[in-house]
T-cell receptor, first 109, second 115 residues
Framework: QKEVEQDPGPLSVPEGAIVSLNCTYS??????FMWYRQYSRKGPELLMY????GNKEDGRFTAQVDKSSKYISLFIRDSQPSDSATYLC?????????FGQGTRLTINP | EADIYQTPRYLVIGTGKKITLECSQT?????MYWYQQDPGMELHLIHY???????EKGDLSSESTVSRIRTEHFPLTLESARPSHTSQYLC??????????????FGAGTRLSVL
C-alpha cells in the first residue's frame, strides 16, 4: 500500500463550482500535510500546508485534515479556469516528503 | 516565487551521450532533491542531499549520479543516456530550519528526450 493515495482523476467541472480533492494516508507519524499545484510543463508550487487536524483557509482554498480517518482534503470555492492544473497532496516523512499521484483538474468556462 | 533554477528546460539527445542536468538555488537551502516524473504520473525521488558532500539515493532506483560540491548547486549526470531515461526531471530544495516544515521549492524542470 502506498503511504499517500490520491485519485488521479481526471476531474472536470464547470467554472464557479466547488471542487473537492482528496487523499488518504497510511502512516500517522509526522503531522504536516501539504498541497502543491502543478501547471502543465512546470514544477510543483506550494499552495497550502496544514498541521495535524482541522481546517486552514487561504482565499478560495481550504485545506482540511481528518486524523481519525487519515483523510486530507483541498476545497476550491468559485473555481476559475486558471485553477486548471494537477494538484498533489504530500505528507512530511522522516526526512522527505511523500507525494500522492496527483489529481488532474480542469475548470471549464 | 522560488529561486531555484534548472537548465536546460528541454533536451533532446541521442542514445549513449553523457548529459548533465543543472540545478541551482539562491535561497541558501541545505537540502536538495531530484525527482523523476513521467507525464500524468507521480513524483519519484531519485536522489537527495542534506548538504555539501552529502548525497543519498532516493526511493526510485536510477542510473544517474549526483554531486554536491557547493551548497547552491546539485547537478545530475547520466553517463550514457538511453531511451528509458526519457522523462521530466525536477529539482527541489528545502531548509533545515525546524519550523520550516520541510517545505520543498521546485524548479521548472528539465524535460529530457533520448532518441
Amino acid at each position: 500500500q502506498k503511504e499517500v493515495e490520491q485519485d488521479p482523476g481526471p476531474l472536470s467541472v464547470p467554472e464557479g463550482a466547488i471542487v473537492s480533492l482528496n487523499c488518504t494516508y497510511s502512516n500517522s507519524a509526522f503531522q504536516y500535510f501539504m498541497w502543491y499545484r502543478q501547471y502543465s510543463r512546470k514544477g510543483p508550487e506550494l499552495l497550502m500546508y496544514t498541521y495535524s487536524s482541522g481546517n486552514k483557509e487561504d482565499g478560495r482554498f481550504t485545506a482540511q485534515v481528518d486524523k481519525s480517518s487519515k483523510y486530507i482534503s483541498l476545497f476550491i470555492r468559485d473555481s476559475q479556469p486558471s485553477d486548471s492544473a494537477t494538484y498533489l497532496c504530500a505528507k512530511q516523512g522522516a526526512q522527505k516528503l511523500v507525494f500522492g499521484q496527483g489529481t488532474r483538474l480542469t475548470i471549464n468556462p | 516565487e522560488a529561486d531555484i533554477y534548472q537548465t536546460p528546460r528541454y533536451l533532446v539527445i541521442g542514445t549513449g551521450k553523457k548529459i548533465t542536468l543543472e540545478c541551482s538555488q539562491t535561497m541558501g537551502h541545505d537540502k536538495m532533491y531530484w525527482y523523476q516524473q513521467d507525464p500524468g504520473m507521480e513524483l519519484h525521488l531519485i536522489h537527495y542531499s542534506y548538504g555539501v558532500n552529502s548525497t543519498e539515493k532516493g526511493d526510485l532506483s536510477s542510473e544517474s549520479t549526483v554531486s554536491r560540491i557547493r551548497t547552491e548547486h546539485f547537478p545530475l549526470t547520466l553517463e550514457s543516456a538511453r531511451p528509458s531515461h526519457t522523462s521530466q526531471y525536477l529539482c527541489a530544495s528545502s531548509t533545515n530550519r525546524v519550523l520550516a516544515k520541510n517545505i520543498q521549492y521546485f524548479g521548472a524542470g528539465t524535460r529530457l528526450s533520448v532518441l
